[in-house]
């Protein structure tokens, strides 16, 4: 063991990130090639937290999240957003950072990362009149669609243009704050809002910079934003599949985390990858293989690979791609009731 831990120590983190980075742009890119969205490639971002080891140099790097009683959470967690191809579940890129950094700070270094003819959905915590600006591109046809805040936080829409029920082009107001944090940023944006309602559950509005409403229908970007939920599937299938619903990551210090969550995000991609080469045997999305019984195929198949001859790889990887062929999951089935608990702990209704 402590030999294991010297030789981590002499690699560190930055050859893993540079491999993850790598691999993760070729792998992506092809994969959102083949499952464009009215010609862009449809991508996802958002953010998540990862407990990390209790030890003194994790929770100075890391930070621990506050709580009721005063004395902050039982383990320091980094907060890590991800920039994924929705209809494969591969991420396209990561950015890590201790708890304190928000997911704002992290998304902005994330940007470069999404290609041209791309569309981006954000969760509404990504509702920022700044990040607008910084995401849109309309030369290289960079868009985004989010979800709009309520409340005090909402950004100020001034209607310009009905395109349709519940669809119109809008002005957005730089706030004061935004003004005197960047200066150079316009008065106005001008973007398309589209309500929502379904039935049983309350309105709300979704901004693009999709304004055609030929070319983008405003029932098939509300249909599109759903998508959003790929990324939370994708999150459950890194901590609560790959992480066997580990208690915590088991590196004691900051440089190890980070060596390990590269390491995990790429072992991720790579089964993936291995599923989006399979799926096509079924004749379906790689979405609608278990990622679960994939995954312990796989384990399954590395703990005994060592042991047959070079030769006889090839046929049992074409092997292992036609049994993973065989985990087809059931088709999804539709929302059909509003979200609500049964013991009222959250902001949910009952």
């Known amino acids: 063991n402590a030999a294991i831990v010297q030789a981590r120590d002499q690699l560190g983190a930055p050859p893993l990130a540079a491999l993850f980075a790598q691999t993760a742009a070729v792998w992506s890119t092809a994969a959102a090639d083949t499952t464009r969205w009215r010609g862009l490639a449809v991508y996802g971002l958002d953010g998540t937290t990862l407990r990390v080891a209790d030890t003194p140099e994790n929770v100075a790097h890391f930070g621990r999240p506050g709580s009721r009683y005063g004395e902050g959470a039982g383990y320091p967690q980094l907060r890590l957003v991800a920039l994924s191809v929705l209809r494969h579940h591969l991420v396209a890129a990561a950015a890590l950072g201790p708890y304190r950094t928000s997911e704002v700070t992290l998304a902005a270094t994330l940007w470069g990362a999404v290609p041209a003819r791309a569309l981006v959905i954000l969760d509404r915590g990504f509702c920022s009149y700044a990040l607008f600006h910084a995401l849109a591109d309309a030369a290289r046809q960079r868009h985004w669609l989010v979800r709009a805040t309520a409340g005090r936080t909402a950004l100020k829409a001034h209607r310009v243009q009905r395109l349709g029920p519940g669809d119109h082009l809008v002005d957005l107001t730089r706030s004061r704050a935004a003004g005197r944090a960047q200066p150079t940023l316009p008065a106005t944006l001008r973007v398309r809002a589209v309500r929502v309602h379904h039935r049983g559950f309350r309105p709300y509005l979704v901004?693009?910079?999709?304004?055609?409403?030929?070319?983008?229908?405003?029932a098939d970007l509300v249909a599109l934003y759903h998508?959003?939920?790929?990324?939370?599937?994708?999150?459950?299938?890194i901590k609560t599949h790959t992480l066997e619903r580990a208690e915590a990551l088991r590196s004691q210090a900051p440089p190890r985390v980070e060596q390990e969550v590269w390491g995990l995000l790429l072992a991720y991609n790579l089964l993936r990858l291995v599923m989006s080469r399979a799926a096509p045997r079924a004749d379906l999305s790689p979405l609608r293989l278990s990622y679960r019984h994939a995954l312990l195929a796989l384990r399954s198949f590395w703990h005994t690979a060592w042991l047959s001859p070079p030769g006889v790889l090839p046929r049992r990887l074409e092997a292992l791609l036609e049994e993973l062929a065989l985990f087809v999951l059931p088709a999804r089935r539709p929302r059909?009731?509003?979200?609500a608990v049964k013991i009222k702990t959250s902001n949910s209704p009952r």
């Open 207 to 218: 901004f693009t910079s999709l304004v055609d409403p030929i070319a983008y229908p405003a």
């Open 227 to 237: 998508e959003r939920w790929e990324l939370e599937l994708t999150f459950d299938e």
């Open 336 to 339: 059909r009731y509003p979200r």
